[in-house]
């Protein structure tokens, strides 16, 4: 019944997904809590996300292929997704994530490279399409007889988990769920929408162009402490939707390490991350020497090719309503970015706080700051005239991007809609001073989610 409901939605027409989603809402809501407290042998849940971003035009001394377009411009993006878990035996569970996306990011997420809005693509087609998300099974082996409860939400099932597990999943997953977390900033859904602040910018993290890729995905999770390890297809062209399965020429792999502390009362995490990739990357200084004139990444591209990097990830509570985030990124910037976005040293720091102040314990309010960087070989093959899968303005007088980021999230319907307000201000879009704007970007989100 639950394969019916999903693929009921999917294929409804989009005016007609919210109102779905809310009688589902009702629906679900009855049948968990009339037993709230047992393990969950299946659960539905759903998310939908639409967000109309407009920017004023803004002063450039030069445009190229790839930069962000000076005039005007309003754009809208909606991603639907049905979430579905089956518990199947003991610690082991099945889930799969059908979604539905459309529309398109200002200028096609083009130009920038700290992107402007999480929930889009660098695909060519703005029509909305059906794909699967992510299919994945997990198994969960305990390592203590001491149990605590998680609820029923999205991929998780509501039940008893031991407090410390060693866990496998396997499938295809979006790998920024289960790394580089942060309470504060990490769902574009819901906080801050700029891509350097859903993840560390600096990690080219493996996915497809929709941000999914098979990956196994090992992780110990204890009281305190956590680690974990993926290892993760890349796809067989930058920015690709096909992914490559000559594992022994190319793949990611991804180490992370988690500490959660307390500073009196208040909880916090330190997260350390660090990633290696290798596939037939292009490489900027080779091309430079091949075409000095006009450099053509994929000239150069040769399996053997690697990219590697760290990224620091900091959450800490100041009271019970407020807290800080901070990240900080870097990778060696030899080779071309091949998944996520151009971006080779990043820094971020922001706030967040809940209504609860005000008795609105469904409002948040965030500010962020992010200021981005590329390598030196990255800066001479775009300043020679070369492009990536974002940048390429013809010509870069080289300045770091900052971008800064401001929301209201307002509770509409209990936990289940919210509406956000968003602006943003960017400075050396795609880290060019002779584009520097500023760039003003105001946002509207809706989302709803059961």
Request: aromatic content about 14%; proline content about 3%; hydrophobic content about 40%.
């Amino acid at each position: 019944m639950w394969l019916l409901l999903i693929f009921t939605a999917l294929l409804m027409p989009f005016s007609k997904q919210t109102s779905f989603i809310l009688l589902c809402m009702h629906t679900f809501a009855w049948a968990q809590n009339s037993d709230s407290l047992k393990n969950e042998r299946f659960s539905i849940h759903a998310q939908t996300t639409i967000i109309n971003q407009y920017k004023p035009s803004f002063f450039a001394s030069y445009s190229g292929a790839n930069s962000l377009k000076t005039e005007e411009e309003s754009k809208v993006s909606i991603t639907s997704t049905l979430y579905a878990g089956l518990r199947l035996w003991k610690g082991a569970s099945i889930f799969i994530n059908p979604e539905i996306a459309g529309g398109s990011g200002l200028s096609e997420a083009l130009g920038v490279g700290d992107a402007l809005n999480g929930e889009t693509f660098r695909i060519g087609n703005p029509a909305p399409q059906i794909y699967l998300a992510r299919l994945y099974y997990q198994q969960v082996f305990s390592l203590s007889d001491e149990k605590v409860f998680q609820s029923s939400e999205s991929n998780q099932l509501q039940g008893h988990l031991p407090s410390k597990y060693f866990s496998i999943t396997v499938g295809k997953v979006g790998i920024a769920d289960f790394f580089d977390n942060n309470k504060f900033s990490h769902d574009p859904r819901t906080q801050f929408l700029a891509w350097s602040l859903m993840s560390n910018g600096a990690w080219d993290y493996p996915a497809n162009t929709r941000g999914y890729t098979p990956s196994v995905v090992l992780e110990y999770t204890g009281i305190n402490n956590e680690l974990r390890y993926a290892a993760s297809l890349m796809p067989l062209t930058a920015n690709g939707n096909i992914m490559n399965w000559n594992i022994a020429n190319a793949s990611s792999h991804t180490l992370e390490y988690v500490h959660r502390h307390k500073i009196g009362k208040r909880k916090g995490a330190l997260r350390a991350l660090g990633f290696f990739t290798t596939c037939n990357m292009g490489n900027y200084r080779e091309s430079v020497a091949q075409d000095v004139i006009n450099p053509f990444i994929e000239s150069s591209r040769n399996y053997g090719h690697t990219k590697y990097g760290f990224g620091l990830n900091l959450e800490q509570d100041i009271s019970a309503n407020f807290g800080f985030f901070m990240r900080a990124s870097w990778n060696d910037g030899n080779n071309e970015t091949w998944a996520f976005t151009e971006i080779d040293q990043s820094a971020s720091v922001g706030f967040s706080l809940n209504g609860a102040k005000w008795k609105r314990k469904n409002d948040n309010i965030g500010l962020a700051y992010v200021i981005s960087g590329l390598s030196d070989p990255h800066i001479a093959y775009l300043k020679a005239g070369g492009k990536g899968f974002m940048l390429g303005d013809g010509y870069i007088n080289y300045g770091a991007e900052n971008l800064g980021e401001f929301f209201y999230s307002f509770g509409l319907y209990k936990e289940n809609i919210f509406i956000t307000g968003t602006y943003q201000v960017l400075v050396n879009p795609g880290y060019n001073r002779d584009r520097q704007g500023p760039v003003n970007v105001f946002s509207v989100r809706l989302h709803a989610r059961i």
